[in-house]
């Protein structure tokens, strides 16, 4: 099995400005088209920046079962009640 992996960036945004993130949307919609199996991010809180998309975020990736893997923190196991949880949790 081939390795295949594409980045999606939104560096130099800061969630407290609310500016418009194009990638963000651009890697829901592969996850969406079942292009992803996996998300790599440093930490949860820069994945999602508000309480919206974390909501809809989780929704989606549970449904297209994706997992998010943290450099810096827990596994995010969608698939279980108790990893959607830590994925409420962890960015409140």
Sequence with gaps: MALQ???????GKSATH???RTQYELLMAAVQRGEVDVIIVCMLGQLWWNRRERAEGIE???KHEVSVLCVKGPEL??????GRLLGEADTL
Excluded: E, Q, Y
């Design 77 to 82: 196991a969608l698939a279980t009640a108790a």
């Design 5 to 11: 992996g594409r980045r999606f960036r939104d560096n």
């Design 60 to 62: 989606i990736l549970h």
């Design 18 to 20: 609310g500016k418009h």
